[in-house]
């Protein structure tokens, strides 16, 4: 692939990216100033507010590594690696809010928002220490094994899972966990199409994954069973 077709690919990547989760923040932005502008402050879910504050945060700290990212320096060329991109990204967001939802108990609520709330804020230290490699699409930038990425190679992914599993526990129904399982199924082979492209990109890499589980930390057999 040629620097220039890479180059526009990623302005125009950074551009989409950008229109898609600024229009999402907004109605987030308002639902926080309408609650905090009641008289009666003891009425509010801040349970419910922490959620929505911390998905604002993680929606822009997206806008804002995608927009201060480094150039890519690889990318990949197959099709598949785009669309898989696109699906394991967008696929909850665009479609939890058409899912058939049940009534929940307040247990129930309470363990989704909290999950939510965990996975969005280990989400948001995990785009903190990637920074400027941060990429949707299966692009290579530079390498980051440090922080986070010196315990599982993929850090951000099992986090962003905590998160859906709280969605998907907040939206229950036989259609929010048959869409969970296909989300993370697009998010496995994600795992393995940007490893392709990094292994190319820079030859140190298959040292690095020779230590570091791809997705489960700690643990021998999480390596051997998700290395490849």
């Known amino acids: ?20 989760f600024i229009p999402a923040m907004i109605p987030k932005v308002f639902y926080l100033r309408d609650t905090f502008a009641r008289d009666d402050l003891a009425s509010i879910d801040f349970v419910m507010v922490a959620s929505i504050f911390t998905s604002l945060l993680f929606l822009g700290m997206i806008c804002a590594v995608t927009i201060t990212r480094l150039p890519p320096v690889r990318s990949t060329d197959h099709v598949e690696g785009y669309v898989t991109a ?71 992914y099992l986090t962003e899972e905590i998160a859906v599993v709280g969605i998907i526990i907040l939206n229950l129904s036989v259609w929010s966990v048959a869409l969970g399982v296909v989300h993370w199924m697009l998010q496995l082979r994600r795992m393995a199409n940007e490893e392709r492209i990094l292994r ?29």
């Open 200 to 228: 190319t990109a820079f030859p140190h890499y298959d040292a690095y994954a020779a230590t570091v589980p791809r997705i489960l930390p700690f643990t021998s057999a999480g390596k051997q069973m998700l290395a490849r």
């Open 86 to 156: 696109l699906a394991g990204t967008f696929l909850i967001g665009a479609l939890v809010g058409y899912l058939p939802q049940e009534d929940v108990s307040t247990t129930t609520r309470m363990i989704g928002l909290v999950l939510t709330i965990i996975g969005l804020l280990a989400s948001i230290y995990v785009l903190a220490c990637l920074g400027r490699a941060f990429s949707i699409m299966p692009d290579a930038r530079t390498l980051v094994t440090s922080g986070p990425y010196s315990v599982v190679r993929h850090p951000l």
């Open 1 to 20: 692939m040629s620097i220039r077709y890479l180059a526009l690919a990623d302005i125009l990547g950074r551009i989409f990216i950008c229109l898609y």
